[in-house]
């Protein structure tokens, strides 16, 4: 199956038409083949985008919008099936957590729907003679450059909030994983988005990407990825002195003290680290476990990581596979360095012997115990692994948990309610779980990181605000 870029409401290839092969991560099997896109393409996209705003979509009333998001929610509901057969050939997600990717994507669409017109300006009582308003209008065209681990969740989070706010939208997928997106953003033209509103450029990050960040036409953009990436789309943005969100990723820490309810704790705390294959920005990659229970603890997360298989998404794995090669290595490469430490493996996993070979299958790994100055308790490795590091009071606990150049979400486990509240507060993180972790998707939950894990909200009604900027009009009338 080929697929072209989507510009002006029109499917095109790319300008030179030049193709990327899309190879499935479950076998390593190509499947389809996306157009790279180009410099001329993202150009041509930032101009049907521009044209929709200073035209038909951007002569809409915010309710006009959002009736709009709610139709294109109820058309992502009504193909949960559909996108999660698709997300999961392409991306290598077990089969449920793409429909559940799905499910979200409808709730981003149906949030930002129901929103659009509760977003309102304020009015500043300065002087009697004089009314002064401030209105929350859009930015105009927006950039949304998105990675390969959540496709249609981050689409949804940030392209469903640009929208309602009424910005015309420029998105550039991740190549490993543009499929869904194609499809979604071909849903929003038939459920009547006007052409232009959403536009997609599918390829390259040094070349579609680069673009699409340093093009003098985006008056914002949000990126989704890794710091690297992150600080290049921001050096890019500074040129045109535009806005940037930045979702990083993270080294989340889960805190358990020592009166913890351990059989609520213990599932929650591997499916932190197991969903998505570890290839979760919030992902609960830390367990720190106060010293007098670490021993039981470690062994129940063992026995449980003994039993976890990576194995084909439509066989409902524990996990599926790594998205592609590079990421398979990298994991790879981060557990031979462990080894090199000389870090010791409480417990593996398993690949399921079914797993066809040419797949990106890794073995789930629990490292305990691992100092906190471990190249794994410090780096974000993307993919099933886990360390435990004991800690002895409350104070160690905090500055454990604060002590990565990461701050994106942090879990706290103990019966003892003014203790997990006080720790939760003293996280340096967007995000704080107490006795729970991952608050179902958390579509209505402001989320971003401090630090190495970005700056800027999305989700929620934060999410929407940083779609918008605002205008003061003051009237004298004497
Ligand atoms: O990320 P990149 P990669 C982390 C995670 C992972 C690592 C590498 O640790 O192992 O990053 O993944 C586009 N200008 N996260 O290499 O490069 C690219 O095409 C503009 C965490 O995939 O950041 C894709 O669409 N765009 C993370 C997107 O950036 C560029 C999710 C992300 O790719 C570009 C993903 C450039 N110069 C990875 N280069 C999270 N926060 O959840 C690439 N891109």
Redesign the pocket.
């Known amino acids: 199956m080929v697929h072209q870029n989507l510009i002006g409401g029109r499917n095109v290839p790319a300008s030179d038409g030049a193709m990327l092969d899309v190879l499935s991560p479950v076998d390593g099997s190509l499947f389809a083949r996306i157009a790279s896109g180009t410099a001329a393409d993202v150009d041509a996209a930032v101009k049907a985008a521009r044209a929709a705003f200073e035209g038909s979509w951007g002569r809409l009333t915010a309710t006009e919008r959002g009736r709009l998001l709610m139709r294109l929610a109820a058309a992502v509901e009504a193909r949960v099936d559909e996108l999660g057969e698709l997300e999961s050939r392409d991306n290598g997600k077990p089969l449920r957590q793409a429909k559940a990717d799905a499910v979200a994507l409808a709730r981003y669409f149906e949030f930002y729907g129901s929103a659009a017109d509760k977003l309102h300006g304020e009015v500043i009582p300065y002087l009697n003679t004089h009314f002064i308003g401030v209105e929350r209008v859009p930015h105009g065209v927006t950039g949304h450059?998105?990675?390969?681990?959540y496709p249609m969740q981050i689409f949804g989070r940030s392209v469903g909030a640009a929208l309602a706010a009424g910005n015309a939208t420029v998105v550039?997928?991740?190549?490993d994983a543009s499929l869904t997106i194609l499809r979604v953003a071909a849903l929003a033209r038939e459920v009547g988005f006007p052409d232009g509103a959403v536009n997609v450029v599918t390829g390259?990050?040094?070349t579609a990407?680069?673009a699409?960040?340093g093009h003098p036409g985006i008056d914002f953009l949000s990126?989704?990825?890794?710091p690297?990436?992150?600080t290049?789309?921001q050096t890019?943005a500074a040129q045109n002195h535009v806005g940037v969100t930045l979702?990083?990723?993270g080294k989340s820490a889960q805190v358990v003290f020592d009166d913890a309810d351990l059989d609520r704790a213990l599932p929650v705390l591997v499916n932190a680290i197991i969903q998505n294959g570890g290839q979760?920005?919030s992902a609960g990659s830390r367990l720190l476990v106060q010293r007098g229970i670490f021993k039981d603890v470690a062994a129940a997360v063992s026995e449980r990581f003994r039993n976890l298989r990576a194995g084909r998404p439509d066989a409902e794995p524990d996990l599926g596979p790594m998205i592609n090669q590079a990421?398979q290595r990298?994991v790879q490469s981060y557990l031979d360095r462990a080894a090199g430490e000389g870090l010791t493996v409480a417990a593996s996993g398993s690949v399921a012997q079914d797993a066809p070979k040419g797949g990106y299958y890794v073995a789930p790994t629990f490292f305990a115990p691992v100092a906190h100055e471990s190249i794994l308790s410090q780096e974000?490795v993307?993919g099933p692994v886990l360390v435990a590091t004991p800690f002895e009071d409350e104070a160690e606990a905090i500055r454990l948990a604060n002590g990565t150049p990461y701050g994106l979400a942090a879990g706290v486990w103990s019966r003892d309610g003014m203790r997990s509240t006080r720790v939760g507060r003293a996280m340096r993180v967007g995000q704080v779980f107490v006795n729970c972790y991952g608050a179902g998707g958390g579509i209505e939950l402001p989320f971003g990181g401090f630090g190495r894990s970005g700056h800027g909200r999305e989700k929620g009604f934060e999410g929407l605000i940083e779609f918008t900027t605002t205008r003061t009009i003051v009237i004298a009338h004497g």
């Open positions: 450059i998105v990675p390969w681990n550039k997928p991740a190549e390259l990050g040094r990407g680069a699409l960040a990126f989704t990825g890794s690297e990436t992150g290049a789309v890019a979702e990083l990723g979760t920005c990421q990298r974000e993307f």
